[in-house]
Every structure is written in structure tokens, then in C-alpha cells.
């Protein structure tokens, strides 16, 4: 059975930086709140209205195609993975078919969020292995600017987030032990409430008991948006962050140690491991937990900010830019979010 390499990568960064100070115009924080509670120096935001999650993935695409050394005409499935698609349907999958004018392929859209591209990553592991396609573009873009509350409500949502894209062109190998060597993928719902957008949704307050105790009933309404919605900031994210801090520190070393226990590897055998980027402190704690170097672990939240899906193949696309990773290096990916959902993959480079 073949193995699934990675064949090429690329990423697109949007050109307007926004520094913690930037985000002073806006909202009562400073610089030091930010970088101390989250390790974030600045992010990046893209146009407004001349860049969308879908275009900047295209450009992410097209570095990957051009990495890998083909033409756009050999690919035969797309997988796009975000959780702030151009339009609530149909998903992004067919717009950058459409954008980058491939042939009538194949479209799956992920929305995992956080998680998206691992579990992206394990979709299209089967399907090489399989021999049903033998050029995945897989792409992961988020353009989180575009529906964050710049107030000092929002404030501890809104300065960690930024906007990216990356992308990576998957095929089959087969060399003995190289590529994806396990996937492991992960959910539990009973805290979906705890990091969620509520609305605009088609739920009309079926799950109030679980999400909604601590807004005004007007708020929730069963209308798909009401200015009560609005007015309770029900259109923008929620986040109990410690909640989301003391599951997501037990969940990241068990489904990393998962995989490398799959494997008959240990914390020390790892050339790199690739966290989502959350949040440095979460990383940090990982870090320590495994007993890993500092050279073992690669990490640019400082500079962008969590991109959501876009955050692991971003920081995995910049770590190979920048000699971090080479043939035959044993790499780790892993991720939590919401949901919550958490995933790792490991795989030799």
C-alpha cells in the first residue's frame, strides 16, 4: 500500500501587519496584556474586500503547485479546510475550483476549525492509500478579521486571532517509511458551547440550556439573526478561555503521545513537532510536559497570530522554509479547538 507524502508546500500571508498597539485604537488593552497571556506580538489582516479566505488560499495553492513541480491539470481532488468560508454555502472547495479553473474535480470542504487540517490531512491520507486520487490540493484559509468585535468586549477573542493561508499538494510514494505514518483523530462535544459562534444559526434556541444561561432570552430568539442577537454580540465568537486552556493542555500531550506510541516512538525521537497555534503559553506548557528542546518544537504565533486551520501548515510551510525540517526528519503535527476537536498526525519528512 502506498504511503502519502507531502510533495509541496506554499502559504500566502496577507500584507497589512497589525501590532498589539494597532489594536489600542480600538479596544482598552495593551501591549504586555497580550504577549504575556498569549505570547502574540502582531497578526495580519487582509483587504477588506479585495482579498476573501478563498482568494488567499488560492495564492497559498499556487505556491504549493509550483513547489511541487506540477501543473495545476494534475490535480485530481481539492480539500479546503476553514471555519470562515466566503459564503455560508456553498463552501470554498468550489470557488477555488473555480478560481484557479481546474477541471471538475472533486471538491470536500472541512470545518474543524482548529483541528481542520489534521483531520484534512487524514481524509486525504485514505484516499492515496486507497489509489483513488493521486494529487491532492489541500488547503486551509481564514480570514478572521472580517467577523471579530474590535471593541473592548471582544477584546479577549479579537487580538488573537489573525488572517493566513496554506496549502500542501499530497501523492503517493513507495518508499518504505516515509510520508503519514498515523492519523489520530478526536471530539467531544459536551463542551461545544465553551468556544462557538451562536449566531447566525439554524439551532432557534434548541440548545439554550447548554450555551445561552448568561444572555437575555431576546438575544437567542428563533429568528436566524435579530438585532437582540446583535446587540448581545451573539454574532461574533465566545470563548470561556480557561475552560479551553485546561482541556486543551491534557489533550495535546495525549494525542501526541498517541501517536507516537502508534509508532514505537518516543518525545525524544522527534526531529519537530508542529502545534496549532493557539497560544504560546499552551505550547510552552506541551513543551515541558514532553520534556522536548527548544529546537524540537517550531512556533510563529508571535508573528501571525492563531490562523485557525491555516496554523499548522502555515508554521509547517515556514519551519521547511527556514531548513527546520528535512528527508527523513520524524515530524509531529497536532491541534485542539472547538468542538472540541483534537487530532495529530506524524509523519516522516
Not at 484534512?120 to 486551509?140: E, R
Not at 475552560?243 to 516512538?265: C, D, S, T, W, Y
Not at 519551519?319 to 498526525?345: H, N, P
Request: hydrophobic share 40%; proline share 3%.
Amino acid at each position: 500500500m502506498p504511503q502519502t507524502i507531502i510533495a509541496g508546500i506554499g502559504h500566502y500571508v496577507p500584507a497589512q501587519t497589525i501590532t498589539n498597539t494597532d489594536l489600542l485604537k480600538f479596544m482598552d488593552t495593551s501591549d504586555e496584556w497580550i504577549q504575556e497571556r498569549t505570547g502574540i506580538k502582531e497578526r495580519h489582516y487582509a483587504h477588506r474586500t479585495a482579498e476573501t479566505t478563498t482568494t488567499m488560499g488560492v495564492e497559498a495553492a499556487k505556491n504549493a503547485i509550483t513547489h511541487a513541480g506540477i501543473k495545476k491539470e494534475d490535480i485530481d481532488f481539492i480539500i479546503f479546510a476553514t471555519l470562515s468560508p466566503d459564503y455560508y454555502f456553498p463552501g470554498c472547495g468550489v470557488l477555488l475550483q473555480r478560481a484557479l479553473e481546474l477541471d471538475e474535480i472533486g471538491a470536500l470542504d472541512i470545518r474543524n476549525q482548529c483541528s481542520g487540517f489534521v483531520y484534512a490531512l487524514s481524509v486525504a491520507d485514505q484516499f492515496i492509500k486507497t489509489g483513488m486520487y493521486k494529487n491532492i490540493l489541500l488547503v486551509a484559509s481564514e480570514k478572521h478579521s472580517f467577523g471579530l468585535d474590535f471593541s473592548t468586549r471582544g477584546r479577549n477573542i479579537s487580538v488573537i486571532f489573525g488572517d493566513a493561508a496554506a496549502a500542501v499538494i499530497l501523492q503517493p510514494t513507495e518508499k518504505e517509511n516515509q510520508g503519514i505514518l498515523s492519523t489520530h483523530l478526536h471530539s467531544d462535544g459536551k463542551s461545544a458551547e465553551i468556544l462557538a459562534m451562536y449566531n447566525p444559526g439554524t439551532h432557534a434556541n434548541h440548545w439554550q440550556e447548554k450555551a445561552y444561561a448568561h444572555f437575555d432570552d431576546a438575544a437567542i430568539g428563533e429568528m436566524f439573526m435579530s438585532h437582540a442577537m446583535i446587540d448581545e454580540a451573539q454574532n461574533f465568537p465566545n470563548m470561556d478561555g480557561p475552560a479551553v486552556f485546561k482541556k486543551a493542555v491534557v489533550k495535546f500531550p495525549e494525542v501526541i503521545m498517541e501517536a507516537l506510541q502508534k509508532n514505537n516512538f518516543t518525545p525524544a525521537d522527534l526531529n519537530l513537532l508542529i502545534p496549532h497555534q493557539a497560544n504560546l503559553r499552551i505550547a510552552q506548557f506541551v513543551q515541558q510536559k514532553l520534556k522536548l528542546r527548544d529546537d524540537q518544537v517550531f512556533n510563529n504565533i508571535e508573528k501571525y497570530g492563531n490562523t485557525t486551520a491555516a496554523s499548522i501548515p502555515l508554521a509547517l510551510s515556514e519551519a521547511y522554509q527556514a531548513g527546520r525540517i528535512k528527508e527523513g526528519d520524524l515530524v509531529c503535527m497536532a491541534a485542539f479547538g472547538s468542538g472540541f476537536t483534537w487530532a495529530s498526525a506524524l509523519m516522516r519528512w
